[in-house]
């Protein structure tokens, strides 16, 4: 059974500061990674898709990558702002399915 | 662009009572599901449906029923909730097949059963 960890569970940083957020995997037969942001309330919009091909995608400010032989997806923010506040999820399908496993999320505050 | 559409936001039961909650997607997806988030635990699946008129159960079934009433929409029924329910509850949509499976959630329905 695929389990999702995300390290750490919660963040805390100035504003305009560069932050990775950690997303590991047991299950390498992982196939699509994808990251969502949560904010408070409120539903998953999904943030970015790496494809199982893919290594990485990028938008905007945000990085994702894929690491399968390690089990490891990383998030990267550049320049963080107050408004990246959010909970930050990973999740992965599984083998080519398309139901997917979650991580419990990171919890992340950008501070003025 | 609506996207995935669930009804009620909000709902609050008695123990033993019974409601369906509804989802609808306009992007011509295959694959539909339903999780329940709850603090600590982050999202689990309950059912899903790969394509129009099959469903299968999730991670987490007991206590759900589900249908497919069309491609469209997928419904999530509580025949007799209990506390234990109460929870946030995604519906999520994704096109099926290998390649391109990118999910879009709803924004949810808060249940409460007391």
């Known amino acids: 059974k695929q389990e999702v960890t995300q390290i750490p569970a919660a963040l805390s940083v100035p504003e305009g500061e560069n932050l990775v957020l950690n997303c590991s995997f047991t299950?390498?037969?992982?196939?699509?990674l994808q990251w969502f942001r949560q904010d408070p309330g409120k539903g998953l919009t999904s943030l970015l898709l790496?494809?199982?091909?893919?290594r990485e995608q990028t938008s905007g400010r945000l990085n994702a990558s894929l690491d399968k032989s390690s089990g490891r997806s990383t998030l990267y923010i550049a320049a963080s702002q107050p408004g990246d506040s959010a909970t930050y999820l990973c999740?992965?399908?599984?083998?080519?399915?398309?139901?997917?496993?979650f991580g419990t999320g990171t919890q992340l505050k950008v501070e003025l | 662009n609506a996207g995935v559409t669930q009804t009620p936001k909000f709902q609050v039961l008695k123990t033993g009572q019974s409601m369906t909650l509804q989802c609808a997607q306009d992007?011509?997806?295959?694959?539909m599901y339903w999780y329940r988030q709850d603090p600590g635990m982050g999202l689990r699946l309950i059912y899903y449906?790969?394509?129009?008129?099959?469903?299968d159960k999730g991670e987490v079934p007991n206590g759900y029923n589900v249908s497919r009433l069309n491609k469209r929409e997928f419904s999530l029924r509580l025949e007799s909730a209990a506390p234990s329910q109460t929870s946030v509850y995604f519906c999520?949509?994704?096109?099926?097949?290998?390649?391109?499976?990118?999910?879009?959630f709803g924004q949810g329905t808060r249940l409460t059963v007391v």
């Open positions: 999520a949509s994704s096109v099926s097949g290998t390649g391109v499976t990118e999910a879009f």
């Open positions: 299950d390498s037969a992982i196939y699509n």
């Open positions: 790496i494809q199982s091909s893919q």
């Open positions: 999740a992965g399908t599984t083998g080519g399915g398309n139901k997917l496993t």
């Open positions: 992007m011509n997806h295959n694959s």
């Open positions: 449906s790969a394509s129009e008129g099959t469903t």
